[in-house]
């Protein structure tokens, strides 16, 4: 039986080989993007499809460009703008906030994560992005969909919380301490929505499944683990 510092390892080793092959080309993940650029689209994200807000990005950044010109819009206006990608008031408050909380900062983001905790940029989902991107910290992207892959894969439980709890932060914080940290992030990301999927996942299709807890347990009764084993992307 494998302890479970191993099964970690196979997770992020597979996760890893997997997303060379099978990565999303998103603008997002353009190595070129400003820091503004990065954390904005992390808000645009919060639980929308990637597809969809790749689809609206462009017209966004068009019309703000830097954080200053996001700082001039009012919040109605950011609700006209978010309308079409939905969930557009609560996503207009949260990136009316920002941009106020950037101003109070006289324009200097924190440049620490204590600096970071204090401040006024939202969730922790959203700190953790900063902190990943602008901090260059090895932190987690953890949302429902990590949250999934790791309750199937660590726990067994076909179930996922909105918001995640303690222990998973705390173990999602270990697993993406590596230094490829981004790329795993958008792995568990590529993957939840390639073939972990919240109905249905494509067991029988997945690398995971030898050391998956969730596989082992609903295998013995929905899955053919033969083939399981002999048809790995
Ligand atoms: Fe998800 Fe199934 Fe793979 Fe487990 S075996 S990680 S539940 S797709």
Known sequence: MLTQNSNIAFLRKNLIQWFEKNKRDFPWRDPNCSNYQ??????????????????????????????EELANATLEELEEVLKSLG??????????????????????????????????????????????????????????????ILERYLN??????????????AMARKIVNVNECKELNWAFLDYAAKICLSNNPKCLDC??????????????????KTRALTTKL
């Open 38 to 67: 990065l954390i904005i689209s992390e808000v645009l994200l919060q639980r929308t499809r990637a597809e969809t807000v790749a689809s609206f990005y462009r017209h966004f950044f068009e019309k703000y460009k830097s954080w």
């Open 87 to 148: 969930l557009f008031r609560r996503r207009a408050l949260r990136l009316f906030k920002i941009a106020r909380e950037f101003q109070k900062r006289n324009g200097n983001l924190p440049k620490t994560s204590r600096q970071l905790e204090d401040s006024n940029l939202g969730a922790l989902y959203l700190k953790n992005a900063f902190e990943l991107f602008v901090l260059k910290k090895r932190s987690p992207l953890l949302d429902v969909n990590m949250d999934r």
């Open 156 to 169: 067994g439980k076909n179930s996922s919380k909105n918001r995640p709890d303690r222990n998973m932060q």
């Open 207 to 224: 690398r995971l499944s030898k050391n998956c807890k969730y596989f082992d347990l609903s295998g013995k009764i929905n899955f053919s």
